[in-house]
């Protein structure tokens, strides 16, 4: 796979670490970087199934469908897209789970490997913390070259929303895992 991204982009896809955010204005290459990313981690783990969610299913079908379709058609690679069942089946990869982050009580019933998450911060802050959850809890197909699951956001910044309140408790709670007494 071809990929020319740009030196933050590069970050955000190279970044091995469990929680991963993109925090960046509009047309900075945010979804790019993300859509790359999971196709680059399907690509190298054929048959674990991923998941993407947004906050609702519109976002999904007039942003992220198009995107990974362009993609894979750039690739040459054969998919599906079953907008009826919210699933992208890539042939010889697996499956993007779609989901709506609407509705977090509704993100159950599927298991992933990694989660790509874009636009949390438009979410109220107690349902995007909730689904945050929710699909953190689907992260859980283990790889077999032992890669961690990895949760990515991708967000315009809002404030201090969601997506800072999240990455200021992991922060903090690495720091306390990694202090020595």
Known sequence: MD????PPQSEFFSC???HVAAVAGFASGKS???IVSLLSTMIQNPGVDMGYFAP???????????RISDK???LGIMHKINKSEHIVSIQGLGNIFCRSMDSPGQIVGFEIGDAFIDELDILAIDKALESYRKISARCRIEYKSGKVNQKKVTTTPEGFKSTYQLFKNICKKDSENNTSG
Do not use: V
């Open 3 to 6: 990929i020319n991204l740009t």
């Open 72 to 74: 894979l058609d750039e």
């Open 56 to 66: 609702t299913y519109g976002l999904i079908r007039d942003i992220f469908y198009p």
């Open 32 to 34: 790019e970087a993300s």
């Open 16 to 18: 091995k670490s469990e």
